[in-house]
Each structure stands twice: as structure tokens, then as C-alpha cells.
């Protein structure tokens, strides 16, 4: 398994050793041990899995849950391919307001960990793209909330050749600024506290 750092403070990728053979192939897109070598995280306590399919061009997001409780996500991509967004909307971290892709397809077959507090997006590149996710907490609608994917001042990388395709949901979401201005956004300490209870310490 090999770890990259991303450009956003504590999110990371994650790329499986795959094995193919005549049958087809065989690769494990989380593994324990790993991910404990590189978050220090000595559990991930999955509450729920997650799976969504989408048509080209579906664009998902930027969607974070309110903290607290706050919400950590590790996902991959079993089918097709998606360009898979990390944004920091942590008020007062070190890396906020940057954000960082991961294409996400069936040759490499990459992850991607999301620290608690942190916002996603992804854009499908090609029909039927299906998106697998383990979460730490479980689907509440109220704690659900997004920022605007098309904010300017974010500059996400949605690509020339894709026409989007938006929820009503995400249509309407505020920009980072609004976001901020209203007091919802995640702030950094508490994120990185929250997360802290999964190192034992």
C-alpha cells in the first residue's frame, strides 16, 4: 500500500498493490495496518457504508457534517472513474481554504481519507461511476451540509469537458465565506481533538 500526503492537512491517498491473474484481479482498498502507520488513527470506527452511481458529469458536493459530531470518510471508486475532491473548511488550520484531487478509477484503484471537519466533492468523469464510503458516523440529515462547488474563490477543478450536472441541494449552497459568516463551519481544533480519541490518547 502506498501513502501520499496531500495538499490539505491530514487527508491522504491511499494506492492497493492490485493482483491480477486470468480470473480478473483482487486488491484490498483499505487495510488496517496501513492506514494506522499513516494516521496514527489505532481504529477507524466505521458507523455506516455508503454508495453512490453516477452519470458523466454528476458533480457531488462540497459536503461536510457538522462538528460535532463530526464525520470521517475513507473512499475509493470500484467503478469507472471520478476526479474525488478534499477541501479544508477548518476555521483556523494551517491548510484552509486549499483543497487537492485524487482521480479515482479502476487502474490504480486509489482511496482517500478524510479527516473529521473536512468538505468533499467528486465529478464523474464517465457513466456509472460508483463511489464506495466508509463513514464514522451515521446519516443525519440535519447534520448534513455543503458549500458551493462552483465558488470562485476555491476555484475547484470541475473539467472543460464535462457538462455538470447539479442536485437542487448543491445549487444552492453557500460559498466558503457565507458559510463562514454564519458560523458553520468546523473549526480545527475540535476537528483534530474529535479525531484524536482514535489514537487512544
Not at 486470468?22 to 458507523?47: D, K
Request: with cysteine; charged share 20%; glycine share 8%.
Amino acid at each position: 500500500m502506498k501513502v501520499r500526503e496531500l495538499a490539505v492537512a491530514g487527508a491522504l491517498e491511499f494506492t492497493p498493490t492490485v493482483f491480477p491473474d486470468g480470473r480478473g484481479l483482487f486488491l484490498s482498498p483499505f487495510q488496517g495496518p496501513a492506514f494506522t502507520e499513516a494516521t496514527g488513527n489505532t481504529r477507524f470506527p466505521v458507523s455506516q457504508t455508503n454508495h453512490s452511481r453516477s452519470k458523466r458529469g454528476v458533480v457531488r458536493g462540497v459536503h461536510y457534517t457538522l462538528t460535532p459530531p463530526g464525520c470521517a470518510k475513507y473512499v475509493y471508486c470500484p467503478k469507472g472513474s471520478a476526479l474525488d475532491i478534499v477541501v479544508d473548511i477548518r476555521v483556523g488550520s494551517p491548510t484552509f481554504g486549499k483543497w487537492d484531487v485524487v482521480l479515482m478509477d479502476q487502474n490504480d484503484f486509489r482511496a482517500m481519507y478524510f479527516p473529521v471537519g473536512l468538505g468533499h466533492a467528486f465529478v464523474a468523469l464517465e457513466d456509472d461511476t460508483v463511489m464506495s464510503y466508509m463513514v464514522t458516523s451515521s446519516y443525519v440529515p440535519e447534520h448534513e451540509l455543503a458549500i458551493s462547488v462552483t465558488d470562485p474563490a476555491l476555484g475547484l477543478p470541475i473539467p472543460d469537458d464535462v457538462t455538470p450536472v447539479y442536485s437542487e441541494r448543491d445549487t444552492v449552497a453557500p460559498t466558503l465565506a457565507e458559510a463562514a459568516e454564519q458560523g458553520l463551519l468546523p473549526q480545527y481544533e475540535l476537528s483534530t481533538r474529535l479525531e484524536r480519541q482514535w489514537k487512544g490518547v
